[in-house]
């Protein structure tokens, strides 16, 4: 393993400047001449637009301009896109209506930018945005998708008369339905799975520079994919071609997803930058983050989970309605349908399974990929279905899941997924031992004893990550390749330099990435240096989400490394006269195995680049270029157990213990892992007992500060108990599986199986709110 | 306009600022110490807490002309020459930080907490202390660890000074 090479406990390269202060995050960002920017949003979340006067506001103290959606029409912009194509069950493409940049006719949610204004300073870019003057026809809204599909809803696009986006299925219907109608016992469910804004600590901003001398933009924006943002905003947006398009990400605080999309505010300060001849910043405050940052989650479910007499599920019907809010986000499409359905086996044997998934819109924020983007949907059904079993068919929910195991791989699920490897008891008896589940009855007893309620649950849970197989996907409908690039560039006296398309906003990849090289060669972990997040310098890459940084873009450094490694080998076995097949890297070292020859790594990577003595044909340099496309998707997987103690008059719920038990595959930093499960159960948390985006009946967001939206504190959790039975990936060369979004998919279940266990009402819903448990304790007895 | 001046991380700054302009945004945009950051608009997240007059504030709930005459310091300043205070490397040491973006206001809070509590600091009392420090990426775990760790090396500073 090493000091510093995978596996090993290395403290963060990164962490000094961000415990500083010197931290570059986009907001810190200044350019000559910039002004500041405020858009003028909707404040209705239906409306026509009849007209936008802004001449009071252009003539306010420090306005450079104030700029409309009509003029953006005119100059060529383009609409934003849903790059995932998703066909419903009659063939039919899915509805995507129009999503302009700022809306010229129509608002459809409040929040929906209307106008742009830039000004000196943001005080008189927001004054003056008071002082345009809209006339709206205010049309009726509806925010809940139930009822948008209703008879009678407003019709929110033209391009869909019942508010319905796609019809789609996956899995066997007839098949599930007899499996259904024969069997011993069926378990059925109503699950719902609360709307969810990320939140990122750091707002989303821009700064759009467009250079007229050169006809250049350079866009530092809050993004996780740089690279797809410059490729979208240039083939779909019109901005400019990628050639005259610099996208940088500098340092990012926090994405969780919601920094995937490319935004209309993105979009509008680089034209509002051509149009004004400055450079124009756009910060978001917080209530701007909750009234445009897509949401996640929102799906309403009805299961039916059969049985057979033995207690094994003979099949699974799922019927989803997902809101995907009053327009098509980047990745909507494919969260409620290939993130979601897929999944819905969990680490169990099904054979027969039928998913019937409708999205619709409402007038609502746009809702997209947030951490786990649809495996958290399906965990959170499958095991709440599993647990409301159990207790129906009076068996231990240990008991039920040991009986539908997956137990021999590779395994081939209803449901597209082929699972590679894992061992899901090894999980589920860790996770018990170290929650002495044994041992709760009597700490229950104690509890009562003391006039309280204690519950345990659990939550096994599999997920899909590390997306994706370029040509797999592109089959079912994405726009995208998934592969990942890395280019690892040694320097003339050998240090590295390793140029990577993935993107760290609060993973670590300086120091992962770099113990990867450093394990490798042996070269100290500071001699190497990781570079991201800016076009110009990192070749074409898909960025960091869907917890693919490791498995995706780790195995494409492994792959440069391959070749660099190689060549470093031919000159050294050249220099040495030795045999290429003899020579070792070790300790920095290039060695002529058993033999006292070698030569330092420095002293290789210089001969490549004087070129004085090289192999006959080789070029000069040491540098090599890898992109990596995904073998297969990745299936962590493991079991969380919380154990909760409930006060009867209050309905506040104390989490007493959280245990984890993941299998990640191979792990390059336990350190970082263990931190990303624990942000990633705190989220969980947060969607079970605190969270939840709330608008009233006129589609006004209710929940749109963190004064409304209950954002997890550190005196709402505890810590938390981890643990590891990792069995390696087979499809990548580092057998990494992933970690980034585990703990927000297997922890919610966890939670709400151990409160509905505890106050002996199963009807209770997220966020189990201290009034909500309250009412459902009472209710019950 | 109003002339604001203060001592800032040791050194006497003056700059001219409307005086609807959050102390905040005065550090950040007339001094350049973006170090200290902007997370919320409704004061319950703090990423912007500073010291002044050696208490933890919330910069963004005070007007720079409000803080004027004050003494200040803020990320920037709480390293000595080259080296990091306790609390900065304890963080870390144990992995307090992700993305980075909360961490100048919840190091500045843990500072404060040790300095008034420091020696009676229980896991619980950190928890409940950090309630007005929100982070989205570490679950907080390793963030109570290394307030702890902090004050369980700084304890040996402590005792030596009394």
Redesign the interface.
């Known amino acids: 393993m090493g000091v510093e090479g995978i596996g090993a406990r290395v403290?963060?390269k990164?962490?000094?400047?961000?415990?500083?202060?010197?931290?570059r995050?986009t907001?810190?960002m200044t350019a000559p001449g910039m002004r500041y920017a405020y858009f003028v949003r909707s404040p209705h979340a239906h409306a026509r637009i009849r007209s936008i006067d802004v001449s009071a506001a252009k003539a306010m103290a420090g306005v450079i301009d104030v700029l409309d959606g009509k003029q953006l029409l005119a100059d060529g912009i383009g609409n934003l896109i849903c790059g995932w194509m998703i066909h419903s069950k009659d063939g039919s493409p899915m509805k995507m209506g129009a999503w302009r940049p700022l809306a010229a006719d129509t608002v459809r949610y409040v929040g929906d930018a209307v106008a742009i204004v830039v000004a000196d300073?943001l005080?008189e870019a927001r004054d003056a945005a008071e002082a345009v003057v809209i006339d709206y026809d205010v049309l009726p809204a509806v925010t809940e998708a139930v009822d948008a599909l209703k008879a009678g809803a407003p019709q929110i696009h033209p391009e869909s008369s019942d508010n319905l986006i796609f019809d789609w299925q996956i899995g066997e219907p007839d098949t599930t339905d007899q499996a259904i109608a024969a069997a011993a016992h069926v378990t059925e469910i109503e699950i719902h799975n609360n709307r969810l804004s990320p939140?990122?600590?750091?707002?989303r901003a821009t700064l759009g520079i467009y250079d007229s001398a050169e006809d250049h933009y350079t866009c530092y924006t809050t993004s996780q994919n740089p690279h797809v943002a410059r490729l979208v905003m240039s083939a779909f947006y019109n901005v400019a071609p990628e050639n005259k398009l610099r996208v940088i990400a500098p340092?990012?605080?926090?994405g969780?997803g919601s920094k995937i999309y490319i935004y209309p505010e993105e979009i509008v300060c680089l034209w509002a930058s051509k149009k004004t001849g400055v450079p124009v910043k756009w910060?978001s405050?917080?209530?701007e983050a909750f009234l445009t940052d897509a949401h996640g989650r929102d799906h309403v479910s009805k299961v039916k989970m059969a049985f057979d007499a033995d207690h094994r599920i003979t099949a699974l019907k799922v019927d989803t309605i997902a809101n995907l809010g009053a327009y098509m986000s980047l990745f909507s499409s494919a969260v409620p349908t290939y993130l979601y359905a897929t999944l819905l086996s969990g680490q169990y044997a099904i054979p027969a399974i039928h998913a019937n998934v409708r999205t619709v819109y409402t007038n609502t924020v746009p809702v997209d990929a947030y951490r786990g983007a649809g495996r958290p949907e399906a965990t959170y059904l499958l095991e709440r279905t599993m647990e409301t079993a159990a207790r129906e068919l009076g068996i231990s929910p240990a008991e039920l899941r040991r009986k539908n195991f997956i137990r021999s791989f590779p395994y081939q699920t209803p449901v597209i997924m082929n699972y590679d490897a894992g061992d899901y008891e090894a999980s589920l008896n860790a996770a018990m031992q170290a929650a002495d589940w044994a041992g709760f009855e009597a700490r229950k007893a104690t509890s009562e004893a003391n006039g309280k309620k204690r519950g345990i649950g659990m939550s096994c849970y599999i997920e899909a990550c590390g997306i994706a197989p370029s040509a797999a996907v592109g089959s079912l409908g994405a726009g995208v390749g998934l592969w990942e690039s890395a280019e690892v560039r040694v320097n003339a006296v050998g240090t590295i330099e390793v140029l990577t398309g993935s993107h760290s906003?609060?993973?670590?990849h300086e120091t992962t990435f770099a113990q990867l090289v450093a394990g490798r060669l042996g070269v100290p972990i500071d001699s190497i240096n990781i570079v991201h997040g800016d076009t110009d310098k990192v070749q074409m890459g898909m960025g960091t989400y869907g917890s693919r940084s490791g498995a995706v873009g780790m195995s494409a450094v492994v792959k440069a490394l391959d070749k660099v490694e190689a060549k470093a080998k031919k000159i050294a076995a050249h220099l040495m006269e030795a045999d290429e097949q003899d020579i070792v890297i070790e300790n920095g070292e290039l060695k002529v195995a058993g033999t006292d020859k070698a030569l330092p790594w420095f002293q290789v990577a210089l001969a490549s680049y004087t070129a004085h003595n090289l192999p006959a044909g080789m070029e000069p340099g040491l540098k090599e270029t890898a992109f990596y496309d995904p073998a297969n998707f990745t299936f962590p997987a493991g079991c969380y157990i919380a154990e909760v103690e409930i006060d009867p008059d209050t309905g506040e719920t104390d989490i007493i213990q959280f245990v984890a038990a993941d299998d990640f595959g191979n792990i390059i930093n336990p350190?970082?892992v263990?931190?990303q499960v624990?942000?990633?159960?705190?989220?969980g948390i947060g969607q079970a007992l605190l969270e939840g985006v709330h608008y009233d009946a006129n589609g006004q967001l209710l929940t749109a500060?963190?004064?409304d939206y209950a954002?997890?504190?550190?005196?709402d959790?505890p810590?938390?108990n981890l643990s590891h039975q990792n069995t390696p990936c087979p499809s990548n060369p580092l057998g990494i599986k992933g970690c980034g979004e585990a703990?927000a998919i297997g922890s919610p279940p966890a939670l709400m199986n151990a409160i509905t266990d505890a106050i002996g009402n199963n009807g209770l819903t997220m966020p189990a709110t201290p009034m909500k448990v309250w009412q459902a304790l009472h209710a019950a007895h | 306009m109003t002339k604001v001046t203060l001592t800032v991380n040791g050194r006497t700054v003056s700059g001219e600022c409307e005086d609807r302009t959050l102390l905040v945004h005065f550090i950040r945009e007339k001094l350049s110490l973006t170090g200290t950051h902007v997370g919320c608009d409704t004061t319950q997240c703090g990423a912007c807490v500073v010291h002044m007059d050696g208490q933890s504030v919330k910069s963004c709930s005070i007007l720079a002309v409000q803080a004027s005459g004050s003494t200040i310091t803020t990320i920037e300043g709480l390293a000595g020459q080259g080296e990091l205070h306790p609390v900065q490397a304890a963080f870390k040491e144990h992995h307090g930080l992700q993305c980075g973006f909360c961490t100048p206001g919840m190091v500045m809070t843990a500072v404060d907490m040790i300095n008034r509590e420091g020696g009676s600091l229980t896991e619980e009392k950190v928890r409940a202390g950090l309630e007005g420090n929100i982070c989205r990426c570490t679950g907080y775990h390793n963030i109570v660890k290394a307030i702890l760790a902090a004050d369980a090396e700084m304890a040996g500073g402590r005792q030596a000074a009394e």
Do not use: C, W
């Open positions: 403290t963060r990164e962490d000094k400047r961000f415990l500083t202060g010197k931290g995050y907001d810190d300073t005080g939140n990122p600590m750091e707002p340092d990012v605080g926090g969780f910060t405050d917080r209530t906003h609060g993973q670590g350190m970082i263990e931190g624990h942000g990633g159960i705190a989220q500060s963190f004064m954002m997890p504190r550190a005196d959790l810590s938390f703990g």
